[in-house]
């Protein structure tokens, strides 16, 4: 399925894994192509399986990343339609998450746009705290001379 946007060099997109599945298990399968990178800040190899939110299980997709961007392109033909634990999975290459968000974004239609512009909405702001400050100052000056009375113009 393509967004529309750039897609990963290194990284391939996995669907169709079964449930019980593990990162080490997807990793041990795909690094038969090629070496599966590490993630430097936690030591971990960089595959990432997809959970729903609400149930904390797994959705059956994910994503891995080789260290070489011909491993990931070698994977695909070597995986897309593998029978990985009695299940068929799907490879394919992974969109990088800016080139998905632009493309969700271009999916949308845009936001209505007010009828006018900015510069009208400041001049309209400005009248209205001009004639707020012309009415305090006539209430000023009603306290000044001690007069009760409302003008009921």
């Known amino acids: ?6 897609q990963s060099e290194d990284t391939v997109y996995i669907s169709g ?3 019980g599945i593990t990162a080490e298990d997807v990793a041990q399968l795909f690094g038969g192509i090629g070496r599966v990178a590490v993630d430097k800040r936690t030591g971990d ?3 990432w399986l997809y959970k729903d939110r609400a149930t904390g299980k797994l959705k059956g997709d994910g994503t891995l990343t080789y260290e070489d961007p011909e491993a990931a ?5 070597f995986y897309d339609g593998y029978n990985f634990k009695g299940c068929t999975i799907k490879v ?9 968000a632009a493309a969700q974004a271009s999916r949308q ?3 209505p746009r007010a009828e006018y512009g ?3 909405r400041r001049e309209e702001r400005r009248d209205e705290s001009r004639d ?11 306290d000044d001379r001690g007069d009760d009375r409302r003008d009921d113009r």
């Open 109 to 111: 239609a845009p936001p």
């Open 73 to 77: 392109k070698a994977s695909l033909n």
């Open 17 to 19: 894994l079964p449930e």
């Open 92 to 100: 394919s290459m992974a969109q990088t998450k800016a080139s998905f």
């Open 118 to 120: 900015r510069e009208e």
């Open 132 to 142: 707020d400050r012309r009415d305090d100052r006539r209430d000023d000056r009603r």
């Open 45 to 47: 190899k960089k595959v």
């Open 1 to 6: 399925m393509s967004y529309g946007g750039a």
